[in-house]
């Protein structure tokens, strides 16, 4: 969506609120519709709508950008655990990105359990986020490098809640690994069912089945992450999400890029525009730490800040 520059703020707002009433096939509300540009983009969703005030004044927002210099050793962190097992779900184009989702009532769900997390989590969805072009399209960044591509795997608090609704407003409701894509010559196996399957989710609303999926099989060989407490990335930027983000990027092809650059965010009658672009730029850290499993002292590199350096408590022995 572009503002023309000859167009009065309000005209266009009743422009766009006029075509969603009139030209959508499932009309939805203005409170509803939120985008990744222009007026209705991330700036502007904590706006919209007061039930998305976090969106705006949430100061333990995600996206962020991840400094190396700022990571905290922390050696209490485990190695994070998820189930091999396959499961059945389904892809959907959702207008804002491509969502894998698992079947409802799953009879043996994947738990997503150690790393920072104290309880165990049930996998739910996995979203992709990627660019129109390769130099950006991640939602994380790096030292301020975007990545083409993000995979986002979620979780629920399996332990405290009964579904993913639920827990997504409630206190450690909602767990995120992001993996961030790299485009490389040979893909990830197991993001090539998702993209094998494009071309039947080219519109929003559109869907298809996966019959067997491995969670565990699109992750990076590393037990090395970095963590922090943060958000759900869109609307209402819920503030309930352990993310853990893996260390090691996985590859997608040039070609694969081009499949996804090739859905619609609209529907079939009204296509709107390409789908892409769909990343939160990074929100501000306010002094959250970001903590790490990967030892930097020890391999290598003197100076690094860890959680432990500082630490000389001793246990009194009343021997
Ligand atoms: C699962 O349940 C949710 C909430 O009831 C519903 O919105 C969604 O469409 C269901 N998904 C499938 C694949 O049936
Ligand atoms: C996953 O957690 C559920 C409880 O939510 C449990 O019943 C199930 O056995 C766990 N699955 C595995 C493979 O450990
Ligand atoms: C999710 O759990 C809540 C609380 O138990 C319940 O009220 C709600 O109906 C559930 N939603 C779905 C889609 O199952």
């Not at 990027?249 to 090739?262: E, H, M, W």
Request: aromatic letters at 10%.
């Amino acid at each position: 969506m572009t503002m023309s520059p000859h167009c009065p703020f309000h005209v266009i707002i009743w422009g766009v609120f006029l075509c969603i009433l009139t030209k959508e096939s499932q009309p939805v509300s203005w409170e509803e519709w939120w985008t990744y540009d222009g007026i209705s983009g991330p700036g502007f969703w904590g706006l919209i709508n007061p039930e998305w005030s976090l969106c705006h004044k949430g100061r333990r927002q995600s996206p962020v950008n991840l400094e190396p210099e700022r990571l905290l050793f922390d050696r209490n962190l485990q190695l994070l655990h998820i189930d091999k097992h396959g499961i059945r779900g389904s892809l959907s184009n959702t207008g804002h990105g491509v969502v894998f989702s698992v079947d409802n009532g799953t009879q043996h769900p994947v738990n997503i359990s150690g790393g920072p997390l104290s309880y165990r989590y049930q996998f739910c969805e996995i979203h992709l986020h990627y660019g129109l072009n390769d130099q950006r399209g991640s939602e994380h960044t790096v030292d301020n490098y975007a990545f083409p591509a993000e995979i986002q795997i979620f979780g629920f608090n399996s332990e405290l809640y009964n579904n993913y609704s639920d827990a997504l407003h409630r206190p450690q409701g909602t767990v995120a690994i992001s993996l961030l894509l790299q485009v490389g010559d040979l893909s990830n196996p197991e993001l090539r069912k998702f993209t094998d399957k494009l071309n039947d989710v080219k519109y929003r609303g559109e869907m298809t089945e996966i019959p067997r999926f491995v969670v565990r099989e699109l992750l990076p060989d590393t037990k090395y992450y970095m963590t922090y407490e943060g958000s759900i990335t869109m609307p209402a930027c819920h503030e309930t999400t352990t993310w853990i983000i893996l260390n090691k990027p996985i590859y997608i092809t040039k070609q694969q890029l081009i499949a996804l650059r090739n859905l619609m965010q609209g529907d079939r009658k009204r296509s709107i525009a390409p789908l892409g672009n769909n990343y939160r730029p990074p929100q501000l850290l306010h002094h959250r730490p970001v903590r790490t499993n990967i030892d930097i002292n020890t391999q290598g590199t003197k100076n690094c800040p860890t959680m432990h350096r500082d630490i000389s408590y001793k246990a009194h022995t009343w021997e």
